[in-house]
C-alpha cells in the first residue's frame, strides 16, 4: 500500500481563503472526476467529471445537540491510497484495487468531513470526536443533479418496507416531495450513470431520498423510534419517533453517502466502491463457505413421483438433502414451516432438524434455517446455541422491513452472534446492503430486491426488470435473487401459480442468472422433481460456482440487455448473457481469456423458443482470446457458456 499523510492547510490542488468562504478541490487519481467544496455558513460540493457538471452546488450538514460553533476548519489533512484488499469472501474478484485521495476538513465543532475521489466515484462521510452522550438531530445531503437528469427511481409508500420495488422512470426536475424512494437508485446525467447508495451504515439510521423539485433530490431519514408496537407474528411497527435521528455515544465515524460514476452503463458491474468503504472484518472468518442452496419455499413444497407424502416432514427434506449431494449443490434451506413462528425451540409435526443435520452431513451438504427476525431477537442465544449444537450452518433471516437506527444495530447483533458460533447469514425482508460482506464476511447475501418469489402472485418478474437490477439494486451487494425456475414462458402465457411458479422468459434467460446474479449463497428457486426432468439444465447448474475470481463486463445497457464474463476459482470461464423483451445479437471479444484453446460449451435459446420459451439447444465449439463471438437471443432470452482450458 502506498499512503502518504500530510497534515497542512494547502490540499491537493488549491485552497483559497476569503472573507465568505474557503475553497477546496479534490480529484481522482486519474484527474477526470473533480470535486469542488465550499466551506462558509455553509458547506456545498459540487462534482464534475471530465468537465461535465454532474452534480451542482449541493449543500451537506450534520447537526448534534452538542456541536457548536458552525464550520470553521481547523485542520485539513489528505492522503493517496493505492493498495489491493483481498475479500474474504469473493463476490466479483478474488482482489479489489482500492485507489483514492483523501480529504478531510476537521472543524472546531468537534466534526470532521472526509471525502475520497476514486477513478469510479465519489464519497464523503462525518466523523465525530465529541465525547459523551449526544443525538444527531439532522443530516442534510442535497443532489443537485445537472438539468435534463433522468432517474430510475424505486418509489416507496413508507419507511416500513421490504424495499422490493421495481424501477420508475422519471425525469428528475419531475420528482417532487411526494416522492420516497429507498437505495440504491440510478440518475443518468447526459449518458454518465451515477448510482447513489451509503456503505458502513452501523448504529444510525438508512439514508432514504425525496425530491426537491427542479433537479434536486434530499437525503431524508428514520428518526430514531419513540415507541413500537408488535403487530403480528414477525412484524414490529414504530408508532411514535423521536425528533431526532439517532442516539450516540462518543467518538464516532458515520456511514459514507455514495455516488458511484460509470461512464459505460457495463462499468457498474465492475464497481465495488460500497465494499472498498466499508469497514473492514476482524477475527478469524476462513470458515465461511459460498455454496450453492436448494430451496424449499417457493414451490411449497409441492413435490411428486415420489413414494411419500410431499410437504414439510423429514422424507421431503432428505429428498432434497439427496438432490443437492447429486449435483455439487452445498446446503439445503428449511424455509419458514418447520417451526413455531413464535417458538424455535417447537418444530412442527414430522420434522427431526437435528436428525436432518445429521443426514446431511453423512451425505457432504449442510442446512441453514429461516426463523423471523422477531422470535429470534427474543431467543437469539439460546436458539443459535441450539443450531449449532444440531450442526446448522447458517440462518436466513427474515421480515425486519425497517432501517432505524433500532433495526440497523439488531443487524449487527445478528451478524456478530451468528459469527461466534460460526454460522452465516442471509438477510430477508431488508434493506439494502451497505457492505455487510466486508465487515462480517459471513453475512452471505441479503433480499432487498423485487425478486424470483414475486412470480408465485404476479407478473412482475419480467425480462426488463431482470435486466435493470444489476445495475442498481447488485450495485451494493450481493442480492438473494434465487434464480432456477424450470417452468419457462413467453409474456402471455404467464400465470401465477404459486405452488409450482413460471418464470418470465425463455430457459437460458434462468440459467444467465446464475453468472449475471452476484450472492455468494446462490438458491436453485425450483423443485428436484423438475431438475430431474431437466439433466442438460443440470450440467451447467451444477458446474456453476456462486462466487467469481475475475469479473469481465461485456456489453450492458441498462433494462434492455447485460452480458458479462465471471472466471471461477479452478480458473473456467464463465460467458452469461440476458435480454429484455426485444430479442438482439450481440457481438462478443472473447480477449479476455488466457494463452491457448479453450471448449466452449453452451446453452442458447433454441429456434422456437420465442413460442415455448422452454426450448434451448447446446453447443460445443472452440474459441481462443482472438475469438469474436456473436449470440443470439429471442425476445425474453439468454445465452450461458462454460468455457474450459483444453
Avoid at 429507498?182 to 447526459?190: G, N, R
Avoid at 432487498?448 to 437490477?469: C, M, Y
Amino acid at each position: 500500500m502506498k499512503l502518504t499523510l500530510i497534515f497542512t492547510f494547502l490540499i491537493l490542488i488549491a485552497v483559497q481563503f476569503s472573507a465568505k468562504a474557503q475553497k477546496y478541490q479534490l480529484k481522482s487519481p486519474d484527474a477526470a472526476i473533480v470535486i469542488n467544496l465550499n466551506v462558509g455558513k455553509e458547506i456545498t460540493y459540487s462534482v464534475q467529471q471530465q468537465g461535465k457538471n454532474l452534480i451542482q452546488e449541493s449543500a451537506i450538514e450534520l447537526s448534534t445537540n452538542k456541536s457548536k460553533g458552525g464550520w470553521k476548519v481547523s485542520k485539513t489533512a489528505t492522503s493517496s491510497v493505492n493498495e489491493v484488499l483481498k475479500p474474504v469472501v469473493w463476490v466479483k474478484s478474488e482482489t479489489i484495487d482500492n485507489h483514492y485521495n483523501a480529504l478531510t476538513l476537521k472543524f472546531s465543532n468537534g466534526l470532521s468531513l472526509e471525502w475520497r475521489a476514486f477513478n469510479n466515484g465519489v464519497a464523503w462521510h462525518w466523523l465525530s470526536d465529541l465525547k459523551g452522550s449526544y443525538q444527531i438531530l439532522a443530516e442534510k445531503a442535497a443532489f443537485q443533479f445537472a438539468g435534463g437528469a433522468k432517474s430510475l427511481f424505486p418509489k416507496e409508500d413508507q419507511f416500513f418496507s421490504h424495499n422490493e420495488r421495481d424501477y420508475k422512470a422519471f425525469n428528475v426536475s419531475d420528482i417532487d416531495s411526494t416522492k420516497l424512494a429507498s437505495l440504491p437508485t440510478l440518475f443518468d446525467v447526459d449518458g454518465t450513470k451515477i448510482v447513489l447508495t451509503e456503505s458502513d451504515l452501523w448504529d444510525y439510521a438508512g439514508m432514504w431520498i425525496k425530491g426537491a423539485g427542479k433537479g434536486k433530490i434530499n437525503a431524508v431519514f428514520p428518526h430514531h423510534p419513540k415507541t413500537k408496537k408488535i403487530t403480528s407474528d414477525r412484524d414490529e411497527r414504530v408508532s411514535q419517533y423521536d425528533s431526532y435521528i439517532a442516539d450516540v455515544n462518543g467518538p464516532k465515524s458515520f456511514p459514507w453517502r455514495v455516488l458511484m460514476i460509470n461512464t459505460a452503463d457495463k462499468d457498474i458491474l465492475s464497481n465495488q466502491l460500497v465494499y472498498q468503504l466499508a469497514r473492514p472484518a476482524t477475527g478469524d472468518f476462513s470458515w465461511v463457505k459460498p455454496g450453492k442452496v436448494q430451496w424449499d419455499w417457493w414451490h411449497y413444497n409441492n413435490l411428486y413421483g415420489v413414494d411419500f407424502v410431499a410437504g414439510i416432514n423429514n422424507d421431503t427434506y432428505k429428498y432434497y438433502i439427496d438432490f443437492a449431494a447429486k449435483n455439487h449443490i452445498e446446503y439445503v434451506l428449511l424455509d419458514e414451516g418447520w417451526c413455531d413462528t413464535r417458538d424455535l425451540m417447537k418444530q412442527s409435526p414430522g420434522i427431526d432438524v437435528e436428525e436432518l443435520a445429521k443426514y446431511a452431513k453423512s451425505k457432504n451438504v449442510d442446512l441453514l434455517l429461516w426463523t423471523s427476525w422477531l422470535v429470534l431477537d427474543k431467543q437469539m442465544d439460546q436458539a443459535l446455541d441450539n443450531f449449532q449444537k444440531w450442526g446448522i450452518t447458517g440462518i436466513k433471516v427474515d421480515f425486519m422491513q425497517r432501517d432505524d437506527q433500532d433495526m440497523v444495530n439488531y443487524y449487527e447483533k445478528v451478524s456478530k452472534a451468528a459469527a461466534k458460533r460460526k454460522l452465516m447469514v442471509d438477510f430477508h425482508g431488508a434493506f439494502k446492503p451497505t457492505g455487510w460482506n466486508r465487515t462480517y464476511p459471513n453475512v452471505m447475501t441479503s433480499e432487498g430486491v423485487l425478486g424470483n418469489e414475486i412470480s408465485k402472485f404476479g407478473a412482475a418478474i419480467t425480462p426488463d426488470h431482470t435486466t435493470t437490477i444489476p445495475f442498481i439494486r447488485m450495485a451494493a451487494g450481493p442480492m438473494d435473487f434465487t434464480p432456477g425456475g424450470m417452468l419457462n414462458v413467453q409474456k402471455n402465457d404467464f400465470a401465477a401459480v404459486p405452488s409450482e411458479p413460471m418464470t418470465m422468459g425463455t430457459r437460458c434467460n434462468q440459467l444467465a442468472m446464475y453468472v449475471v446474479f452476484e450472492s455468494p449463497l446462490q438458491m436453485l428457486c425450483d423443485i428436484p422433481t423438475h431438475y430431474y426432468k431437466e439433466p442438460e439444465a443440470m450440467q451447467f447448474l451444477k458446474e456453476v460456482p456462486s462466487v467469481w475470481k475475475q469479473t469481465v463486463p461485456l456489453q450492458a445497457k441498462v433494462g434492455d440487455y447485460v452480458a458479462v464474463a465471471r472466471q471461477a476459482k479452478n480458473s473456467d470461464w464463465y460467458i452469461g448473457a440476458m435480454t429484455d423483451w426485444t430479442a438482439r445479437d450481440l457481438n462478443l471479444d472473447l480477449s479476455f481469456l488466457g494463452d491457448g484453446q479453450y471448449k466452449m460449451m453452451v446453452w442458447k435459446d433454441g429456434i422456437n423458443a420465442d413460442k415455448n420459451a422452454k426450448d434451448f439447444k447446446q453447443e460445443t465449439i472452440e474459441v481462443n482470446k482472438n475469438t469474436k463471438l456473436n449470440i443470439k437471443m429471442t425476445t425474453g432470452g439468454g445465452y450461458v457458456a462454460r468455457l474450459v482450458k483444453i
